[in-house]
């Protein structure tokens, strides 16, 4: 194969994959907003085929040669070509070094444990669960030696969510966040409540759909290539950098839920929307990782949208859409209210404050439990332990402990730090572009192009161009979690006069 | 290739063929519904690489091994095996007939036709648009000739949209049309005409959708299974007969629009509905032509939907719906309104009455086109003589005449008068419906289980198990013109008293 064919192959190749995961994405979308009730069964006989097809293409023959051409010509490759080779190596090789038989078996144990996983949360019944959390772990131990069997399993693992991320380096930061947090958690606790109860009376959802409208315009997302629907779990999704989706979920008994979900998947959506166009239909297009893609979210909704500054902002308009229902509060209140801090059960709903401890918890028991140092059937007891020891409650059933996420049953072990590491390389990118430029006098006034000007400029439109690693350090610097911890001790420390 | 093994390639190839156009509806439905405004770019080309695998399927190396090896079985195969096959040697052919470059450059051309032919409607200037149409008419008698040289070119064409439809056919049915019709419609436009003016009340969207909903409980569409969207140009999509989709479009300031849309549409969704599911992920599942659905969608929306026992029957519940708007009217008034004939200009916007008569109009002037009659600087002329001829109406400029339709534009010669056979196949469908059973009884009471029993038995289960004729004969017997004049002149007697 020639050089120029080679390319031509690359483009192509990519293109198809576009499609597929358009298709896709297309199908999931439908299913999860407009599609009847009952029509799951045909959507997945669709799906399951356009898989095949993504895995056709990507273990076939012409790919293999593509890729082998332009690893002989790399010099002669500019640096998107590189890093899309690189890419495709990469999924190439993860695609492949399975075995077959472990795959499918590891398939089907996925999709049985998601059913048992639903059963044992409803029942509260650990035990229903352990024998398929056992033979997740038993895989996940095995395919680390697979992914990379130079590496401690947990560590190979680490790096499937988010490359260059291991245990030294998730150590160090949850060490940091242990230290700082916990005694700042508990002295707020120390400190009275803010008043909520006006965040609970009636919005009606056609008064919520003109805020939700509203928020948008002032992130700057443009209708025209972003839409909001609704859901059960708000999430964004990108079709490409020219179309991207966002849901939501209105409750009519809590403005703040909407209100901030429509703020985060935002976040999700900005940083699709301004990822260079030139990389379209190529596997750089797009958000680089999970952990960067929190970051992002995590900064429009907590950093920004949690601030006072953009609070007062967006309050005269609240208070046009909300004129009954905020008529007695003040922007200081709403303020003090959707920074309310308190140690929870549930990692889904947790607050900024005490949301880090919520994925520390299920990290200490994943190291565990990949080393081999905690038997499965000590997960709900070691669980329980540390939510004592880091928040100081006490959990009453499995129901709203272990078994109140998702990822174990779906085959995710090293997907969870990911979380908490956004929201910490959120805080140092505050601390940066603190220095670059005012920050807050702008968004004082709702105005956010500087602030999306800048991450626009460090982050979002490389996509995949760089590396997360690179990207982090391109807007971060050498990672530091104090700056994590220092934001929240400052932030906390004024809205409870600590 | 044994037959075991080419019985599992033609179920696999067909799913395929199935996800890759469940995916294609996908993107399309989602394109003309919720999709962000300037999206339409990323969308066509996923759509253009899902045609481009579907058309690799289909012309590769593995069908048509599985073709020749059923096709060497045939005496093997059960009756869908055999329709299967027999469908997909069908398509195969129709795509390999055309020389590529051919194709490719016709292709362009339609594009290209789209664009001018938008511009010249918009100017009314046929002139503009003449050009394109002349090369498109002088494909269309090129093409005609690779799908079956031994057939009059209109023939062939014609066979093309609605298989063993010929000019013999068509010339008898509309000559019975032309000469039971033209003196009925005059007749009537001697007579006044009823008032319209409530149906053009405010009828508020909220309240139009209660309406929709209602409408569609009529009509037993398992909202579990059938949804409604909204767009500009309502239509009915079927991902499978577990999954249809219906779309209207509300104007507040007529009732009748969408109600007979989400009729007509949802006509269509009891087609796709009642599909034997066993048909599934076949080539033979969903309807079977076009001619055959129109049957069906306008059997619901003109010979129940606007019949009196019908309007009688959901009138108690309109009046809850529509309180104000229809204080002062009758049921009777309101079946007179939705009935009103009068020959007009727009064939989209024509009444029960008139509207075939459009259709013939666009009959006679593709045949001559064709047959190399009429030069297609000639169009106008022709149309404006015709539609004086067969309704009476002078066309005031070509934007309301020859070129109101997007059909020439698209590439299509042949497609219109399955329109008009739809609606004579229906009034052949009543008369034999009303031998085997009391049809009317039930509708005046709001049941329609019956009606829609007749139509699931005698067509819509069979899909494309039978051919389009043979679902004709089926339903009709043999079909004869004089039962759709004969239910035209019987209802626009009674209603304007003639």
Chains 1, 2 share one sequence.
Not at 264 to 293: F, I, N
Not at 383 to 408: A, F, I, T
């Amino acid at each position: 194969m020639e050089l120029k064919q080679a390319l031509e192959s690359l483009d192509a190749i990519q293109k198809k994959l576009y499609a597929f995961g358009t298709a896709s994405s297309s199908l999931y979308l439908d299913g999860v907003t407009v599609a009847p009730k009952d029509t799951a069964a045909g959507r997945g006989v669709a799906l399951g085929i356009l898989a095949g097809e993504r895995h056709r293409v990507m273990t076939g023959p012409e790919l293999a040669e593509t890729l082998d051409t332009l690893e002989a010509h790399r010099e002669e490759l500019d640096r998107s070509q590189s890093r899309q080779v690189e890419e495709l190596r990469r999924e190439l090789r993860q695609l492949t070094r399975i075995p077959a038989e472990e795959f499918m078996a590891y398939a089907q144990l996925t999709n049985e444990a998601d059913d048992v996983w639903h059963r044992a949360k409803e029942q509260s019944d650990f035990e229903l669960f352990r024998p398929c959390l056992e033979k997740l772990v038993a895989f996940n131990r095995r395919f680390a030696g697979y992914y990379d069997p130079a590496k401690a399993p947990y560590d190979a693992l680490l790096n499937e969510y988010e490359r260059g991320v291991d245990m030294a380096y998730l150590d160090n930061f949850f060490g940091v966040l242990r230290q700082r947090l916990v005694p700042l958690i508990q002295a707020v606790g120390e400190r009275p409540m803010p008043d909520v109860s006006f965040l609970h009376r009636h919005y009606p959802v056609a008064q919520q759909k003109e805020f939700s409208d509203y928020l948008m315009q002032v992130m700057d997302l443009d209708r025209a290539h972003c839409a909001i629907g609704e859901t059960e779990h708000p999430f964004t999704l990108n079709f490409n950098s020219q179309d991207v989706r966002i849901t939501t979920h209105y409750h009519e008994d809590d403005v703040s839920s909407s209100m901030y979900s429509v703020i985060h998947e935002g976040g999700h959506a900005r940083y699709e929307l301004d990822v260079d166009p030139a990389l379209e239909y190529t596997v750089l297009a797009g958000g680089v990782s999970m952990g960067v893609h929190e970051s992002q979210s995590r900064f429009y909704e907590n950093i920004i949208g949690r601030s006072r500054p953009f609070v007062e902002a967006i309050w005269p308009r609240m208070r046009q859409i909300f004129p009954e229902q905020l008529a007695d509060v003040t922007a200081e209140a709403f303020w003090r209210a959707v920074n309310k801090a308190e140690p929870s059960l549930i990692r889904t709903e947790a607050d900024e404050l005490t949301y880090c401890l919520h994925v520390m918890v299920r990290y200490e028991i994943e190291k565990a439990l990949i080393a081999g140092d905690l038997a499965v059937k000590d997960v709900p007891g070691e669980w329980n332990r540390l939510y004592k020891e880091y928040l100081g409650v006490d959990v009453p059933d499995d129901r709203r402990g272990c078994l109140q996420d998702s990822h174990w049953s779906g085959g995710s072990f090293g997907y969870f730090p990911s979380y908490a590491l956004g929201s910490a390389y959120g805080a140092q990118m505050l601390a940066n572009m603190e220095k670059d430029m005012d920050v807050w006098g702008p968004v004082a006034k709702g105005d956010l192009s500087h602030v999306t000007g800048w991450l626009r400029e460090k982050v979002h439109r490389f996509g995949g161009l760089l590396t997360p690693a690179q990207v982090v350090a391109n807007a971060c610097g050498v990672f530091d979690p104090t700056y994590y911890t220092d934001y929240l001790t400052k932030k906390y420390t004024q809205l409870y006069g600590l």
